[in-house]
């Protein structure tokens, strides 16, 4: 969705640049719709409760956290028993479709300045997922 949403803002800047006709007006628009976009990254953020996982393991564990999705899961467990919450709506179950949450936020991460890596960690061993302040 964001690669989409980059190449819509891509072309119509294209266009307001090749279009002489209103060129002020598509411009304060498109800049108008960039800055709304990118302060979209903080709400959904905000908003989801593995995000917020993910902001206070970096920021517990000075600007690095690393292990595998079931690592992962099991913090964002505890995460919403303390909020006292069994379970949350929208929250992944399983580390796959944890794994596959992540990869959704991922964009959004980097924006708020966290980089996601994943890498395999011996021959048998479950990959890894890095997550670092930048």
Do not use: C, Y
């Amino acid at each position: 969705a964001h690669g989409q949403i980059r190449s819509l803002i891509l072309s119509t800047r294209k266009g307001a640049l090749q279009s002489g006709g209103n060129f002020a007006g598509r411009l304060t628009f498109i800049a108008a719709f960039e800055r709304n976009h990118e302060a979209s990254a903080s709400d959904i953020l905000d908003d989801d409760e593995v995000g917020q996982v993910i902001f206070a393991l970096v920021n517990r564990n000075g600007g690095r956290w690393q292990g595998t999705a079931s690592d992962l899961l099991v913090e964002v467990g505890l995460h919403l028993q303390e909020k006292g919450h069994s379970r949350h709506s929208g929250v992944p179950r399983q580390p796959r479709s944890l794994s596959e949450h992540v990869t959704r936020l991922t964009p959004d991460l980097r924006k708020r300045g966290i980089t996601v890596s994943r890498m395999r960690v011996g021959a048998e061993s479950a990959k890894q997922i890095t997550f670092e302040r930048i």
